[in-house]
């Protein structure tokens, strides 16, 4: 019964997943919206027209740990200071509670954890950032597997977005001073997917009628993510 049931859950994912939508805040507690709106939403698309002269630090950082392994995306920053981590594993099928409908989706919300950090912390991170060349020319041309191990950085810096992407093996990601600033801040306590060679078989694999959805190939542009659906 519950293989029936995933099989139409993810029948669903994947007939809606032909066209791409737009992300909006909070689309990351939702693992349907998340999957439809993946592309649009790690390249920050719902936190452009919001970046302004005066705006305040606001940055996304995702860290696509081969993505149907591990998922962790960092929202750090807006009028109060905020940090969230949202850590998103391989779903455990075996330990599921299925007493309403939305109880389906738990196995992909993942773990999240929120807090309201200093001033002091956000100027560390941010300080952080900038030596790693978050916030000057991005990595035009750099392509990001979602079976291999990247970060991608949407932010709001002084009133300017920047989108980049830094992918493994590459020496900036590898000299990156970020993850460990925003790791001194995640009390997720699940450890991080670390980087290693794998062959396509080794990949964790959901449904086959999912596996459209979970295994892309990114571009990065002068303004973001190349070939993607604009809103």
Known sequence: MKANIYKILFGIVGAMAISSCAAVPGVDDDPIMRKLSWFSYINGDDMRPNCTAGAGENYRLVYNGIYTEQLRIYQVGGKE???????????????????????????????????IISSDEIIKLTAAMENDGVFGPPA??????????????????????????????????????FPAALLALDESHIKV???????????????????????????????????????
Do not use: M
């Not at 850590?87 to 299925?98: C, G, K, T």
């Not at 079976?147 to 093996?169: Q, S, V």
């Not at 190939?217 to 303004?223: A, F, I, P, S």
């Open 81 to 115: 200071n905020n940090f969230s981590v949202r850590v998103i594993n391989a779903p455990d099928l075996s330990d599921i509670s299925v007493a309403s409908g939305t109880d389906l989706l738990n196995p992909w919300r993942g773990l999240k954890k929120e807090k």
């Open 140 to 177: 035009v041309g750099l392509h990001i597997s979602s079976k291999g191990f990247f970060w991608t950085i949407a932010a709001c810096h002084e009133g300017n977005f920047y989108f980049t992407a830094l992918r493994w093996p590459g020496e900036k990601f590898e000299n990156a001073t």
């Open 193 to 231: 997917n670390q980087p290693r060679t794998v062959r396509a078989s080794n990949v964790v694999n959901q449904s086959q009628t999912s596996k459209k959805v979970e295994d892309f190939t990114l571009e990065v542009g002068k303004d973001g993510l190349v070939g993607i659906a604009r809103f």
